[in-house]
């Protein structure tokens, strides 16, 4: 199983942007789908991007809450164990702690928590004043 790290997260200003990094240890993250969730603070975690795998769409086919599009994007790196989560004209209800997770089987829902393989450990952001 391949073990993966955020990193990034932050204290930002409502309006502002960050950049989130999904990092693999020790492997590449070409064959894994890759999910972003978050949890705010009393609730349940949510997905919010999703990229597949490169087997399956080369061209990186990606899937974000309604919550986020038009804000976030999950690209992935040159480097090849490096997937990031760019978030943009953040809000207030963007704060809380993002997890990246590995999707390997091909029946996986994107922005589902069921089915991810291997989770981070998060990461937090803060979107205040």
């Known amino acids: 199983q391949v073990q993966v790290a955020e990193s990034g997260g932050g204290l930002v200003q409502p309006g502002g942007s960050l950049r989130l990094s999904c990092t693999a240890s020790g492997s590449t993250l070409e064959l894994y789908g890759i999910g972003w969730f978050r949890e705010a603070p009393g609730k349940e975690r949510e997905g919010v991007a999703y990229?597949?795998?490169?087997?399956?769409?080369?061209?990186?086919?990606?899937y974000y809450a309604d919550s986020v599009k038009g804000r976030f994007t999950t690209p992935r790196g040159n480097a090849k164990n490096t997937v990031y989560l760019q978030m943009d004209n953040l809000k207030n209800e963007d704060t809380g702690i993002y997890y990246c997770g590995t999707a390997s089987t091909p029946y996986y829902r994107p922005l589902h928590t069921y089915g991810i393989d291997s989770w981070g450990k998060g990461t937090l952001v803060t979107v205040s004043e």
């Open positions: 990229i597949i795998n490169t087997n399956d769409a080369s061209d990186g086919s990606t």
